[in-house]
């Protein structure tokens, strides 16, 4: 399994960035995908998943302000961020664990850099 992401980009604080995450490869018909984080000198964060059932799971400080979702027939992960903070700057990863029994999210792409100026 492949995975792009795409969407990063410099933005003002209460602005909005909508990343995309394209998967190519070995698909299979469950898994888990997710948005994980990671900023200059802290630890990787899971910031929201989403399985092949459509359920979704949320890092509470973004609940509310950042919605994962899928296009199953572009096979392409979505996060859209609203009400961005200057805390949000990271670099932006989209991971998959196929099938969703693995252990942990094996697959993972290159990451998207997010940067919020206050």
């Known amino acids: 399994v492949q995975l792009v992401e795409s969407g990063g980009g410099s933005v003002q604080a209460g602005g909005s960035l909508k990343l995309s995450c394209a998967a190519s490869g070995n698909t299979y018909s469950t898994y888990f995908m997710a948005w994980f984080r990671q900023a200059p000198g802290k630890e990787r964060e899971k910031v929201a998943a989403?399985?092949?059932?459509?359920?979704?799971d949320y890092t509470d400080s973004m609940k509310g302000r950042f919605t994962i979702s899928q296009d199953k027939a572009k096979n392409t992960l979505y996060l859209q961020m609203n009400s961005l903070k200057p805390e949000d700057t990271a670099m932006y990863y989209c991971a998959a664990k196929v099938p969703r029994w693995a252990s942990d999210y094996q697959y993972w792409g290159q990451g998207t850099q997010v940067t919020v100026s206050s």
């Open positions: 989403i399985d092949d059932n459509g359920w979704t």
